[in-house]
């Protein structure tokens, strides 16, 4: 389960790849550089605990369906990966944006499936240092390689098929909850 978990979590941080791609190198300073990626960053990580929060307060009102609960969810969360693919890969969900301050916005709206996660992750055992530790990690490495690709054009189309292919995994582990998880 733990590794079930860790995968979920990788994917999850997909979600800072298209803000990311926003952040120009060149033409943005390296202390709004570096504390947009840690607003992204942030984000993930507070709307993951405000998830954890809210599933700790109502997912035991639906522990006797917890299989189910958890095949929905995920499966809501890999339509809405694969939903977001073909906006990312137009262009509609790339922002370019000059200052710091203006990445809250966009890095809070692209982590709501982590959100949605976060309450599901009542359900499932591990220790949430570790999951944090992990998404930190994970939306660190993949904000920092998208804001130093230089090809912003090829840059889409791999965001798009990394968000297809999370979906489809997803997709795997919600089935994996529905048939083999009792």
Do not use: C
């Amino acid at each position: 389960m733990q590794v079930v978990s860790i995968i979920i979590l990788f994917i999850l941080s997909f979600q800072v790849m298209p803000v990311a791609v926003g952040m120009d190198v060149r033409k943005t300073p390296a202390f709004h550089l570096i504390s947009g990626i840690l607003l992204l960053v942030s984000g993930q990580l507070l709307l993951f605990l405000i998830g954890i929060w809210l599933g700790n307060r109502f997912m035991h009102l639906l522990s006797g369906i917890k299989d189910y609960v958890l095949f929905v969810g995920f499966v809501l969360i890999a339509v809405r990966f694969n939903m977001e693919a073909f906006k990312v890969r137009k262009g509609e969900r790339t922002y370019i944006i000059g200052k710091s301050s203006t990445y809250i916005i966009p890095a809070i709206a692209q982590a709501v499936n982590t959100f949605l996660a976060g309450i599901l992750f009542y359900f499932m055992p591990g220790t949430l240092g570790n999951e944090l530790v992990y998404l930190a990690v994970f939306s660190f490495s993949l904000a920092i390689l998208f804001v130093l690709i230089k090809n912003k054009k090829l840059a889409l189309p791999a965001i798009s098929f990394l968000y297809m292919m999370g979906g489809g995994i997803l997709m795997g582990i919600a089935f994996y909850f529905i048939f083999f998880n009792h």
